[in-house]
């Protein structure tokens, strides 16, 4: 079965600790990305990577670092520098960034992590 | 900036044909129509993307007039399962290195069906 796992599916954390999200995808693609969701909200982009050990901020990078040295994973970590954590994170992994043609390529999306800091 | 504008919420009732306006007046020359699809705690998933005139996948109809300064999506004889968050996305083009075009998801039109 090809797809994108998430993992955990709920997190809690204390404030003032890290924690990391996992990403992984059997796609064989090459961009993954991390959005944040607020409730009632649409999606930011956070960070995201077009290939492997290449990786770009998105609109909200300040808080979260990531990684990726291998092509299938995409880890986010929430630092204790992100001032509101509390959120619903998606992963997304697409064939490549940016068009196939003129049309954008289809992202496909993680269950997501719902991360809550107490 | 290709900036959409779609309402907020919708509600319809089973066996309704569901049409969700999007307008995109600044889209670029090139540009597609993207729709997705979102359940609550789930991520988004693709629904249907276009250019221009009409576009019909097994799930919608996806219709772009001439102008292509909005899009319809169009979903035939909904069911209660058809009740989401429905996006519609235009890309915002090669500002960051490397050339990628990313997709903004604004909040998106919530979609009620009733019994």
């Known amino acids: 079965d090809g797809g994108i796992t998430q993992s955990p599916k709920y997190l809690f954390r204390k404030e003032g600790q890290n924690v990391t999200l996992s990403c992984e995808q059997n796609l064989n693609h090459d961009a993954m990305y991390w959005y944040r969701q607020d409730p009632g909200q649409g999606l930011r982009l956070i960070y995201y990577?077009?290939?492997?050990?290449?990786?770009q901020k998105g609109d909200i990078a300040e808080g979260y670092s990531v990684s990726r040295e291998k092509k299938e994973s995409f880890p986010l970590t929430v630092t204790s520098a992100q001032k509101n954590p509390t959120a619903f994170y998606l992963c997304?992994?697409?064939?490549?960034?940016?068009?196939?043609?003129?049309?954008?390529?289809?992202?496909?999306f993680g269950p997501g992590t719902r991360l809550t800091v107490l | 900036l290709a900036k959409t504008t779609q309402p907020i919420s919708m509600d319809s009732y089973e066996g309704q044909e569901v049409n969700i306006t999007c307008s995109h007046n600044n889209i670029a020359t090139n540009d597609y129509i993207t729709w997705y699809q979102q359940f609550p705690s789930q991520g988004p998933r693709f629904i249907i993307q276009?250019?221009?005139t009409k576009v019909t996948n097994e799930v919608a109809s996806l219709f772009i007039p001439a102008d292509r300064k909005s899009s319809t999506l169009s979903l035939p004889r909904v069911s209660l399962s058809d009740t989401a968050v429905y996006y519609c996305l235009a890309p915002e083009r090669g500002s960051i290195s490397g050339g990628y075009n990313k997709l903004i998801f604004g909040a998106g039109t919530r979609l009620a069906v009733h019994p």
């Open positions: 997304a992994s697409s064939i490549e960034a940016g068009l196939a043609g003129v049309s954008i390529n289809e992202q496909f």
């Open positions: 276009g250019y221009k």
């Open positions: 990577s077009q290939i492997v050990n290449d990786f």
